[in-house]
């Protein structure tokens, strides 16, 4: 959806920058994920309905899109702010891809090792090759139940605070999910300040946005102490701030924003270091990745040819003790 949404708010932009009317920029093909949507709101529009409102009514829009175009319609910028949701979309898509390909190599491990696994079996413990070729199916079908059963529990995981503090507890997995929600954060967070969305609504539209639930608390809470005590940006956020967060470029950088009143461009700049942090962490994993599956694989294999032969030669000298 990443990618759909990036190359319909990418489109809207260069047709109505183009000059042509919204109602001729919607009435282009959609891509196919959002065709239908699309479809509806040029229908509305041509009822009279405003944008964000019509977009409101469709729950494949979040509020994130619809604050900031109606932000746009209202401040005679929505070109501007069709750009910047196909550029938030972009990342969001990259940062995904990044993770996808950081899978693939031990993935393709995994899977040319059950057969030899299989074969293994086979020659070393007498199974049938019938039994072999559904062990190997079997263990083939596996990670894609695995998958499918994450996908289902993925949203209790992501809302519950206490599991979200333990996975950020384990140094390599919780810094990676910090990094990866800090860099969604902070650029929505820009995307909206640039919008002319105020500070308070930007940040809890940007907290809506976190996937995780402890973060969307800690920045809510960051929300709630400026609009009730009135704190400056930056005092709100060293309030709620983890230790992560205080041995981050964060607070320098957003103070320097707040004190320049560039606050959306610095918030865009950490963005982007917490997402090249994050793919940098991605790479390092798909180098380990192969190695910590090979090495289980090398041991076990290992430790069946070393049975085999055991048992072969134990076999020998019993026959050699009978004679």
């Known amino acids: 959806m990443n990618k759909a949404k990036a190359q319909f708010y990418r489109t809207l932009q260069s047709l109505t920058q183009a000059g042509l009317p919204l109602l001729r920029a919607l ?15 040029l229908q509305d529009l041509k009822g009279g309905m405003p944008l964000p409102k019509a977009m409101e009514q469709y729950s494949v829009f979040t509020p994130f899109e619809v604050s900031l175009v109606a932000v746009g319609a209202a401040s005679g910028t929505l070109e501007q702010n069709f750009g910047s949701l196909a550029e938030w979309f972009e990342n969001r898509h990259a940062l995904h891809s990044q993770v996808i390909s950081s899978l ?3 993935a393709m491990t995994y899977f040319l090792a059950v057969p030899i696994i299989c074969f293994i079996n086979v020659m070393t413990k007498g199974m049938s ?30 809302k519950s605070s206490i599991i979200c503090e333990i996975f950020d507890a384990l140094p390599l997995i919780g810094g990676l999910r910090y990094k990866q929600d800090n860099a969604i954060f902070f650029q929505s967070l820009g995307l909206c300040l640039r919008g002319g969305i105020g ?22 809470r960051m929300a709630d102490i400026i ?43 950490l963005a982007n270091l917490f997402h090249e942090e994050a793919k940098t962490t991605l790479t390092r994993l798909a180098a ?19 049975s085999f032969y055991s048992g072969y030669i134990n076999g020998a000298l019993d026959a050699i003790d009978g004679i």
Not at 137 to 154: D, E, K, N, Q, T
Not at 210 to 217: E, F, I, L, P, T
Not at 288 to 306: N, S
Request: aromatic share 10%; with cysteine; net charge positive.
């Open 27 to 41: 009435a282009q093909p959609a891509p196919p994920k959002l065709r239908r949507a699309a479809e509806q709101l």
């Open 104 to 106: 693939i190599h031990p």
């Open 129 to 158: 090759v019938h039994s072999a070729i559904w062990r190997c199916i079997g263990l083939w079908i596996a990670p894609f139940i695995a998958i499918w059963l994450y996908r289902i529990v993925s949203s209790f995981i992501c």
């Open 199 to 220: 500070t308070v609504t930007s940040i809890r539209l940007s907290a809506d946005a976190c996937r995780y639930q402890n973060n969307k608390r800690k920045f809510r």
């Open 227 to 269: 609009e009730k005590t009135g704190e400056t940006f930056i005092n709100a956020f060293q309030q709620v701030m983890s230790s992560r967060d205080a041995n981050s470029p964060a607070p320098v950088l957003l103070a320097t924003g707040e004190a320049t009143g560039t606050l959306d461009e610095y918030s865009l700049r």
């Open 288 to 306: 380990a990745a192969p190695i910590i599956v090979f090495i289980p694989l090398a041991i076990y294999i290992g430790y069946v040819v070393i």
